[in-house]
């Protein structure tokens, strides 16, 4: 665990080069390889594939997200919950909601593993959600989304302007790199095990070791 502040691209494993392929659908996805688009996809276009889609948009191409494993659901699951029931009034937690990150005709659609945005924002039950809606952006780690979760992400998140950034990490032990945004770059406000408590975005306590742990 590290001592005081430190930018998110100043050393350690954020310093992994980051590297996303577009990936073809298989069989069984919702887009068949025969109907993947060979052209850039709007807004309009992406709003109108179904909802459940295991899709994120990135400048303008899609990406199919893999399938989370048991235990990055359960965390998924556990943490999204306990942060709906200590939040503020003013503040909704999500799992899997889209986030629009660009709106040019080479947009970009993000789908972090936990969203927290204000509640003007989830009142309006939009199909996805604005970057400016969003608070707090939360990616679990799974096994091939290291670099994408702990480089490019945090790097598009802060460039957009979203203000905290976690990142949970399902190792032994458990661990949780908090970042808030400061002058447009991510520095680091606490990386922890066991039991959390943090003052921002709201006060929160959880147990990082009973996100996996069976009932």
Do not use: C
């Not at 980051?18 to 069989?27: G, H, I, N, S, Y």
């Not at 660009?102 to 604005?130: G, H, L, M, Q, W």
């Amino acid at each position: 665990m590290s001592d005081g502040m430190e930018d998110l691209q100043s050393g350690g494993w954020w310093e992994l080069v980051a590297e996303e392929t577009p990936m073809r659908p298989e069989k069984g996805d919702h887009m068949t390889a025969e109907a993947w688009p060979d052209h850039l996809i709007s807004l309009d276009e992406w709003d109108a594939m179904p909802e459940d889609k295991n899709l994120e948009l990135v400048d303008g191409v899609l990406h199919v997200v893999a399938a989370a494993i048991p235990s990055h659901q359960m965390a998924q699951n556990r943490l999204a919950y306990w942060l709906d029931e200590q939040l503020p009034p003013s503040l909704v937690a999500y799992g899997d909601v889209d986030v629009t990150i660009d709106r040019s005709n080479r947009p970009t659609v993000r789908k972090p593993d936990i969203t927290v945005v204000t509640a003007e924002a989830a009142d309006r039950y939009p199909k996805r959600f604005d970057v400016e809606d969003v608070v707090l952006a939360v990616e679990i780690v799974s096994p091939g989304s290291e670099r994408v979760d702990r480089v490019t992400k945090p790097t598009l998140y802060a460039k957009a302007g979203i203000a905290h950034y976690w990142l949970v990490e399902l190792g032994t032990p458990i661990s949780l790199t908090a970042f808030e945004l400061v002058d447009g770059v991510y520095k680091l406000v606490e990386d922890v095990v066991g039991e959390v408590r943090l003052t921002r975005p709201a006060p929160l306590v959880f147990d990082l070791d009973a996100l996996v742990r069976r009932r």
